[in-house]
């Protein structure tokens, strides 16, 4: 059972251009014989979209209790970019996404910007290449720190960019931002400085209550899987 397909990536970030992809992510129900039996499960693709990935409930909540980006932006998406969400899924995860917020978050977005600022070096992709170094990657670098600034400073990390927000993005893109891969790193490493000592003093708790966490999970499935079909 399909619970989310949602549309992600550059349209739900507002940093779509002509050239854009429309790109998708989702979460389904695992069925009995994959919580209880021998039946394998993992994340899987959706038909006729083999490169959009939808994740097992229990996948996608244990990446999500960890803070990562990708899985936690999804609760944050504006409702239009929802192509389907099971009613349940909204009240138990989208309507409690704050509880799913910690200081891990800003381990996991940094790390994962950390991990964008190699590929913005490497400069693998001829297409996006300016000034010596691949612009896209270095955009979704700073979109990662943006992000990761409003949910320290408004507890949302405000997916859907601003029209601000979509300029000084876009100039990254297109190379207008930074001359050389030199200033967009020394830029770089000042958000994440900032962003380091703003977390310190941030109201985001230590750690997730994993206790709760997994008493939503059992309740999940226990209504999904047993009440939901006596009803």
């Known amino acids: 059972m399909i619970l989310l397909k949602a549309m992600v990536g550059s349209n739900a970030y507002n940093l779509n251009i002509t050239s854009s992809d429309t790109d998708y992510r989702g979460v389904y129900l695992e069925d009995l014989g994959q919580l209880f039996?021998?039946?394998?499960?993992?994340?899987?693709?959706?038909?006729?979209?083999?490169?959009?990935?939808?994740?097992?409930?229990?996948?996608?909540?244990?990446?999500?209790?960890?803070?990562?980006?990708?899985?936690?932006?999804?609760?944050w998406?504006?409702?239009?970019?929802?192509?389907?969400?099971?009613?349940?899924?909204?009240?138990?995860?989208?309507?409690h996404r704050e509880k799913c917020l910690s200081k891990n978050v800003t381990k996991a977005y940094l790390g994962y910007a950390r991990g964008q600022i190699g590929l913005v070096h490497k400069n693998g992709?001829?297409?996006?290449?300016?000034?010596?170094?691949?612009?896209?990657?270095?955009?979704h670098v700073f979109r990662l720190l943006y992000?990761?600034?409003?949910?320290?400073?408004?507890?949302?990390?405000?997916?859907?960019?601003?029209?601000?927000?979509?300029k000084f993005l876009l100039r990254i893109r297109s190379g207008s931002m930074f001359g050389l891969f030199e200033e967009f790193e020394k830029e770089a490493n000042k958000w994440f400085e900032e962003l380091d000592s703003l977390s310190e003093s941030s109201y985001l708790v230590d750690a997730v209550d994993y206790e709760w966490v997994n008493k939503m999970l059992i309740e999940f499935y226990r209504y999904k899987h047993f009440l939901e079909r006596k009803e």
């Open 125 to 139: 992709r001829p297409e996006h290449s300016k000034n010596g170094y691949d612009a896209k990657a270095a955009m």
């Open 147 to 166: 992000q990761l600034r409003n949910l320290l400073e408004h507890g949302d990390p405000q997916v859907f960019v601003n029209y601000e927000t979509r």
């Open 77 to 95: 998406l504006k409702d239009e970019f929802y192509e389907h969400i099971d009613p349940l899924f909204r009240t138990f995860f989208v309507d």
């Open 37 to 75: 039996g021998l039946k394998s499960t993992g994340s899987t693709h959706f038909d006729g979209l083999p490169d959009d990935t939808i994740y097992p409930l229990q996948q996608f909540v244990k990446l999500l209790a960890k803070g990562n980006p990708n899985i936690l932006e999804i609760l």
